[in-house]
């Protein structure tokens, strides 16, 4: 009886390590063909103005903080806020007075449509607001439930019917640019989705 007991065993053991070996080779070809762009983290995938988006991978990804020759926090590579900080560092010229928080802290709740937010020393536009959005407007978004950290992104296209943006660190799979409906009703203009909470712009 014990030898028939250790003969079970053996099979049952047998049996799960092909069933794990089989489990493991089903994801490595998963991954491998959901890899299939082969992009590397830090590959330059777009770019506005010569300023560029990089590849990020997975949105958690950090690969140590950027900053500038004069000691100024771009921000953690290759996050979105690195991108709209670096954006408005290399082509508009302005330097945030602080500089750090998570992508939905660049919106300030409770301040008013086209108010100067002092955190970024920027104007701040609510959405939706009377103002329409503009090119080189960064775009603010809430966080979710998958992402609680929200998201930033640059307007590179805008016209009376919808905007376009220029985005890094959209998750593996997310393209550097994405569109939105714009609409204009009752002197107000809209950006077409819930996640957007309002836009700030260099004036």
Not at 24 to 32: A, H, L, P, Q, V
Not at 174 to 203: C, V
Request: glycine letters at 8%; a positive charge; charged letters at 25%.
């Amino acid at each position: 009886m014990k030898t028939y007991s250790k003969f079970n065993k053996a099979i049952c053991l047998s049996l799960l390590l092909i069933f794990g070996l089989t489990i493991f080779t089903s994801c490595e070809r998963i991954y491998r063909k959901w890899n299939s762009n082969g992009l590397q983290v830090g590959d330059k995938v777009d770019s506005l103005n010569g300023v560029y988006v990089f590849y990020n991978a997975n949105v958690g990804n950090v690969k140590g903080r950027n900053t500038s020759a004069d000691g100024y926090n771009i921000g953690l590579k290759y996050q979105c806020v690195e991108f709209v900080k670096r954006y408005y560092y290399q082509h508009l010229n302005h330097k945030m007075p602080d500089s750090y928080g998570h992508a939905k802290d660049f919106y300030q709740k409770g301040l008013g449509d086209g108010k100067r937010t002092k955190r970024r020393n920027l104007i701040q536009y609510s959405n939706p607001s009377n103002s329409k959005p503009k090119v080189d407007d960064l775009l603010v978004f809430d966080g979710t439930t998958t992402n609680k950290y929200g998201h930033v992104a640059i307007i590179s296209k805008v016209t009376d019917s919808k905007i376009e943006i220029i985005q890094q660190n959209p998750g593996p799979y997310g393209p550097s640019r994405e569109t939105f409906k714009l609409k204009h009703s009752n002197g107000k203009w809209k950006i077409d989705t819930n996640k957007a909470m309002g836009w700030l712009r260099k004036e």
